[in-house]
């Protein structure tokens, strides 16, 4: 089934922010949700988001703090909810505190509203925080990556391997990584490039990482390739 908008509730639909619940008879659903404009040239989509979550990451900060997220409450209670600005370094930066209403949600646009005083960068992250599960979204801007949405992430789940499955360093598509240390222990981080044909690209990068830290690689020459050409791949962390 796709729908838009205006295919479920008609153009009377005010022009505010929301939320949608999404409820089957079925005994297992999923799906993905999208923004777009009307030529398509901006059009991004993530996945629909199932099980509340009581500490989520919100990984990636735009350019010049150019950053919207939501925070739904979906119980039928109100919830407390702590938001933490986290550094790379793993320090926090300023917390603020909010209680939102049953069915409700707090929404910020480049987070100035929450966070007076400071200017959030993109080697920043959020983290939220609360007793009742919650659902979180995020969409940052950069002049580099154009729009990018994405879900919150569980603090509670990760893993000691990764693999970002398309990675490329061409004049025409460039791509960054974002890592959060989950942790509460200091560590590096190793990233290793192969290309198409199962062959590495590049060096080994090792990284450190603090504890509770943030990672963002977005230089085109990270890998320091001499690749002869090859210019995508996956990476290995």
Not at 151 to 176: C, V
Request: charged letters at 20%; proline letters at 6%.
């Amino acid at each position: 089934l796709r729908v838009v908008d205006r295919q479920l509730f008609g153009n009377t639909l005010p022009n505010s922010d929301g939320w949608i619940k999404i409820e089957s008879s079925t005994p297992r659903i999923s799906g993905h949700y999208a923004i777009f404009n009307e030529d398509l040239s901006t059009y991004q989509a993530t996945e629909i988001s199932a099980e509340p979550l009581r500490t989520i990451i919100l990984p990636e900060i735009g350019e010049a703090g150019r950053t919207m997220f939501a925070a739904v409450n979906p119980n039928p209670e109100p919830g407390l909810v702590s938001i933490d600005v986290v550094g790379p370094d793993g320090t926090v930066r300023k917390t603020t505190d909010r209680m939102i209403q049953p069915n409700g949600a707090v929404t910020s646009i480049c987070c100035g509203d929450l966070f007076d005083g400071i200017n959030l960068k993109p080697h920043d992250y959020l983290r939220v925080r609360t007793s009742a599960g919650l659902q979180a979204f995020e969409l940052s801007e950069n002049q580099s990556k154009g729009m990018v949405i994405s879900n919150g992430l569980d603090q509670g789940a990760g893993n000691s391997t990764l693999y970002a499955p398309q990675y490329s360093f061409s004049p025409e598509a460039r791509s960054s990584l974002t890592v959060v240390n989950l942790d509460s222990k200091e560590g590096v981080v190793s990233f290793r490039l192969i290309g198409d044909n199962a062959r590495q690209i590049g060096i080994t990068r090792n990284l450190p990482i603090a504890s509770n830290g943030k990672i963002l690689v977005d230089d085109p020459q990270f890998f320091q390739s001499d690749a002869g050409g090859e210019n995508q791949g996956y990476v290995e962390i």
